[in-house]
């Protein structure tokens, strides 16, 4: 069985500064996939970012950039120049490459809550 | 447009009775998934269907009955409603394409027993 831990439950950065969120995970599987998940207070699940584990570049999107350890199974979030925007709590998951009735499904930590302050 | 939308959004209800949330995605995917967060916001998978068949049933009480009509609806039907289903019950939806798997989620539904 897969596992997904993140092991800051609660994070506070100041505005404009740089903050790097951790996530580990463990499997027994070779092809997957990883993403970090926003989630504001308004409940909304919003994707931040997505890594295919068989690509050795870490992904990035704008502010948003991993660090992808793919033999320590690591996935950490980096926030950079971060905004009040980005107060919210943030997922890490873990998803097995399947297709159709494969069965697979997203499998997430426990969540780390963010706190951008002025 | 909205791509996964979930009906009701806010569901208030008391013990014992039953209840339905239901969702639609407009993505043309062809898996959906239930996910439920608790109240110390912890994110578990319920069930996936893939083309309107069940594909993953988690270790969820049998008064949990998912019901898909076709591959775009995915249903939620509680009976018995009990104070410690008090959740928000997420939708999502996902598609094989170029790249991989993304999974969209809808709003949320989010359900009281009082």
């Known amino acids: 069985a897969q596992t997904v831990t993140q092991s800051q439950p609660e994070m506070s950065v100041q505005e404009a500064e740089t903050v790097t969120l951790s996530c580990t995970y463990d499997?027994?599987?070779?092809?997957?996939?990883l993403f970090w998940y926003k989630q504001p207070p308004s409940r909304q699940m919003i994707l931040v970012i997505r890594?295919?584990?068989?690509?050795?570049q870490n992904a990035t999107e704008n502010r948003f950039s991993v660090n992808f350890q793919k033999a320590a199974k690591s996935f950490s979030l980096k926030i950079s120049d971060s905004q009040l925007g980005d107060t919210a709590m943030y997922f890490c998951?873990?998803?097995?490459?399947?297709?159709?009735?494969?069965?697979?499904?997203?499998?997430f930590g426990k969540g780390t809550t963010l706190s951008v302050s002025s | 447009d909205t791509a996964v939308s979930q009906t009701p959004k806010y569901l208030v209800t008391q013990m014992g009775n039953d209840k339905s949330i239901k969702c639609e995605q407009n993505?043309?995917?062809?898996?959906m998934y239930w996910y439920k967060q608790d109240s110390k916001k912890f994110l578990k998978i319920m069930f996936s269907?893939?083309?309107?068949?069940?594909?993953i049933n988690e270790t969820v009480p049998n008064r949990f009955s998912p019901k898909s009509p076709d591959k775009a609806h995915l249903n939620l039907h509680i009976n018995s409603l009990e104070l410690g289903d008090s959740a928000v019950y997420f939708c999502?939806?996902?598609?094989?394409?170029?790249?991989?798997?993304?999974?969209?989620f809808g709003e949320g539904s989010w359900l009281t027993v009082v």
């Open positions: 999502a939806s996902s598609a094989r394409h170029l790249g991989g798997n993304t999974i969209y």
């Open positions: 499997t027994s599987e070779s092809n997957y996939y």
């Open positions: 269907y893939n083309n309107k068949e069940l594909i």
């Open positions: 890594q295919e584990a068989y690509k050795q």
């Open positions: 998951a873990f998803m097995k490459q399947g297709w159709g009735k494969a069965g697979t499904a997203l499998i």
């Open positions: 993505l043309g995917h062809d898996t």
